[in-house]
């Protein structure tokens, strides 16, 4: 099951920067795996991995991101890159307590919110990005994103993007604390790719 919950927690930092790379390079996203990143970060207390994501299913275009990029013949560089960003900034995070506190009462104030708005409403999102530009943005490391200018400059895809990536940096949390490290990359990149694979098959017998 740990490595079940490690694959989980590492989809979940594929979907959020598989998301990135769409919205800074075409201005569109998946609508589905959008908001279950962005209840992944909502959801603070939940009883499982599995909870965290609000499913497997929800998780869906993480697992196969993973498995291209750490299973096929050729990765898309930038997607490892904001991935592997994210697990050096949660890295990084992990040393200020302090930081860390106040990211968690800036998403507890945005669950108010949701109660109030959509999953994905703007102000939600803009609030979300905030707190990443408060904390995250303030370390000497920053993940650098690439896309059309036009994207980039436009604040309503910037709030998705570093949404996106505080999302990410919290899956990279719940990796790290079902025991995942950066070893793992390389010295179980097999097995992860197995049960991922294994995982996406469930899925799809249950679709049927």
């Not at 991995?49 to 898309?76: C, H, P, S």
């Not at 990211?103 to 919110?113: C, P, S």
């Not at 905030?130 to 200018?149: L, M, P």
């Not at 990149?189 to 249950?206: G, P, Q, W």
């Amino acid at each position: 099951m740990s490595i079940e919950n490690r694959t989980l927690a590492l989809a979940g930092m594929f979907q959020a920067a598989e998301l990135v790379q769409q919205i800074s390079q075409k201005g569109l996203f998946d609508q589905a795996p959008f908001e279950a990143s962005i209840y992944s970060l909502l959801k603070l207390d939940a009883d499982s991995v599995t909870d965290v994501y609000g499913g497997i299913g929800k998780i869906r275009t993480g697992l196969r991101v993973l498995i291209e990029q750490f299973g096929g013949d050729k990765q898309n560089v930038e997607i490892m890159q904001y991935m592997l960003g994210m697990e050096f900034l949660e890295r990084k995070l992990i040393k200020h307590p302090k930081m860390i506190k106040h990211i968690q009462g800036g998403i507890h104030a945005a669950k108010i919110q949701v109660d109030k708005h959509s999953i994905n409403h703007p102000e939600m999102l803009h609030n979300l990005a905030i707190i990443y530009t408060e904390t995250i943005s303030s370390f000497d490391y920053r993940i650098k994103i690439n896309g059309n200018k036009s994207f980039l400059e436009n604040q309503s895809y910037v709030d998705k993007i570093r949404t996106l990536l505080l999302a990410g940096i919290r899956s990279s949390v719940l990796w790290r604390q079902k025991g995942g490290h950066k070893w793992q990359f390389i010295l179980s990149r097999k097995k992860i790719v197995h049960t991922a694979k294994n995982l996406l098959k469930n899925l799809s017998a249950n679709d049927e």
